[in-house]
């Protein structure tokens, strides 16, 4: 999607219409004030308070209506330069234009802009007339704080965009839709995967039962794979003491992503952002020589994350999730092997899914911000310099990005683009130097000495909330079969006559492990038809009277027209080979 803000002609454009708005916004709520209007990536808005008013989709409507008309009369857009003292009589009766002249930095030049009876402070610039901005499009309101602070007001911030051409918006608006289309939290209400409830909380989905299929498999596709590469699975708890935490250093440098502490009896306790800590007291738990290195532990393990209330999102940002999360403790001769297998993990997962749209990114400390990270550079350098030169050896194409390392060490993080826009990590590899120092761990070298091993942070699917918000965008909500919470939808032509074959089919397919539904409901076959369809069924059969008389099946694949007729065992044998091969 292009940038709006960052294209020097579209930001004027956008900037002038937010203007009009304003401008078409007063001429309907004469009382209406306004706060400030920016242009932001996606094209502008405009915050405005209009009292006790909120304004509705069919309001937007109104509003472009007027837009329209000031285009038609062409009004000149002009600057004019004030005094201080000028633009504080001008905007007398206007708190908010106060509130900015007065925080206006001393000198600087007061400008406005009048187009007809409209007149707004601005910076500029503008384009020449009101003609130019017919290109226009409102896309929605929402409230917004005043100041973004929520003891403040609530001011109604409606956003659009314009652009100079009508093709070049009738593409952007597509673009948008097909967004809205592509937007997780859209599919996973529509398949019913997943859903929120302010009475729950913020940033905490409930996975509803297709959605914990999902879950399910996706589980167990990994720790099966983790178990052949030589993983050992453990349990811990989700919380544990503030100690623990002191201790590994997140008390410290990750306190502002953490819940506030619980205080029970006489022990304190954090539900945990990580499962680092209990991790490490596992290893700790033996003692380790260095033939029994590398040691995996792996967990399925719930944290919770303190994340801002604007930032939670669907499943992609949470703040009660499930990481797939390993904790790799190596010798240092075994670094490069095991970020290796790692990285060769993350590939192949990738290619089971056919995930094609990531980068790999290296997240290095910010040098400028150093109280973020533990303080030790020479670790620091060793670890960075460490994970930079296994990756080029590795020949990984990547990025690399200050500021983005976790508190501990530096990150490989792959990267992606969410249906929004949003640039998010989902799998992760950390190397680290410093908890193995925090919880003292070491292991028995050839020589007899104690000696401190390498830890290996690495997450694959991330979490299980956030991949599966990935997986339902990048596949449109048309997930592989043996991941569709339903994998073959049955119709009977006729509930009166065929049931009963269909039935048996049913049966099956059910003793074949097969996801199976039976669609026996008192609905027209069109519309089951149709249904079938929306809700993404890999497979739907459609069992009649010739079905019935041939002892035969006639399916549908998802995303064709076409009818084909097998054999009950037939038919069989594929879904189990699609279930088994995971067919994309
Ligand atoms: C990999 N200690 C490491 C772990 O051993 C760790 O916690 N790394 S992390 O902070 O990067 O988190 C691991 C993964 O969790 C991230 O790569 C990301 O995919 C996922 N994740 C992080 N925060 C959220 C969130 N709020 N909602 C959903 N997923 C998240
Ligand atoms: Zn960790």
Not at 121 to 134: D, E, I
Not at 368 to 392: C, G, H, I, P, T
Request: contains cysteine.
């Amino acid at each position: 999607m292009i940038n709006i803000k960052e294209d020097e002609n579209l930001n004027t454009l956008n900037h002038s219409c937010a203007h009009m708005m304003a401008q078409a916004i007063k001429r309907l709520y004469p009382n209406a004030l306004f706060w400030v209007g920016p242009v932001i990536e996606e094209g502008f808005y405009y915050d405005i308070d209009l009292g006790d008013k909120s304004l509705t989709d069919e309001d937007l409507v109104e509003i472009e209506k007027q837009m329209k008309k000031i285009v038609k009369e062409d009004k000149l857009i002009k600057r004019e330069e004030l005094t201080k003292e000028e633009a504080l009589e001008m905007f007398k009766d206007d708190p908010y234009k106060i509130d900015l002249i007065n925080n206006m930095e001393k000198g600087t030049v007061i400008t406005c802009y009048r187009q007809g009876e409209f007149v707004d402070l601005c910076r500029g610039p503008h384009v020449k007339s009101t003609k130019l901005l017919k290109n226009f499009k409102l896309l929605k309101v929402s409230g917004a704080y005043f100041k973004g602070d929520s003891k403040n007001k609530v001011l109604q911030r409606v956003y659009g965009v314009c652009f100079d051409t009508k093709e070049a918006l009738e593409e952007h608006m597509q673009f948008l839709e097909e967004q809205k289309q592509r937007d997780h939290r859209k599919i996973g209400k529509d398949l019913e995967i997943f859903m929120t409830s302010d009475l729950v909380g913020r940033g905490l989905p409930m996975w509803l039962p297709n959605g914990s299929i999902i879950r399910r498999e996706l589980e167990r596709y990994i720790v099966d794979k983790e178990v052949a590469l030589g993983y050992n699975h453990v349990y811990t708890p989700c919380l544990g003491s503030v100690e623990l935490y002191k201790t590994s250093g997140h008390w410290d440098h990750y306190h502002e992503d953490m819940f506030p502490k619980m205080e029970v009896d006489d022990e304190e306790f954090v539900l945990r952002p990580m499962n680092c800590p209990h991790h490490m007291l596992i290893y700790k738990n033996a003692i380790h020589s260095y033939r029994d290195l590398p040691i995996r532990i792996g967990e399925l393990a719930a944290d919770f994350r303190y994340e801002a209330s604007g930032a939670v999102c669907g499943l992609e940002r949470v703040r009660a999730m499930c990481q797939n999360d390993a904790h790799l403790f190596v010798r240092p001769d075994q670094i490069k092997e095991e970020i290796n297998g790692v990285v060769n993990l993350i590939l192949e997962v990738y290619k089971d899914f056919n995930f094609k749209n990531y980068t790999f990114r290296l997240s290095l400390r910010d040098k400028d911000n150093k109280e973020k990270y533990f303080d030790n550079d020479e670790m620091w350098e060793k670890a960075e310099s460490e994970l930079r030169k296994v990756l080029q050896e590795l020949n990984i194409d990547f990025y690399e990005a200050n500021g983005e390392a976790a508190f501990y060490g530096p990150k490989l993080d792959v990267q992606i683009k969410t249906a929004l826009g949003h640039d998010i990590t989902l799998s992760t590899c950390q190397l680290d130097f410093l908890l193995p120092e925090r919880f003292d761990l070491n292991y028995i070298n050839e020589e007899g000495k104690k000696v401190r091993p390498v830890v290996i942070h690495r997450a694959i699917l991330g979490t299980l909330d956030r991949f599966t918000a990935f997986l339902l965008e990048e596949t449109k909500g048309n997930l592989p079969i043996w991941l569709s919470p339903i994998q073959v939808n049955i119709i009977p032509v006729n509930n009166n006559y065929h049931l009963e074959y269909a039935s048996k089919i049913y049966e099956a397919l059910k003793n074949k492990n097969v996801r199976v539904n039976l669609d026996d409901r008192d609905e027209k076959l069109g519309y089951k038809m149709r249904e079938s369809v929306l809700h993404k069924n890999p497979y739907t059969l459609i069992l009649g009277q010739k079905e019935v008389d041939s002892n035969m099946v006639s399916y549908r694949l998802r995303g064709s027209e076409d009818t084909s007729t097998v054999s009950i065992d037939e038919f069989t044998n594929i879904v189990l080979d699609d279930i088994k091969n995971k067919k994309i």
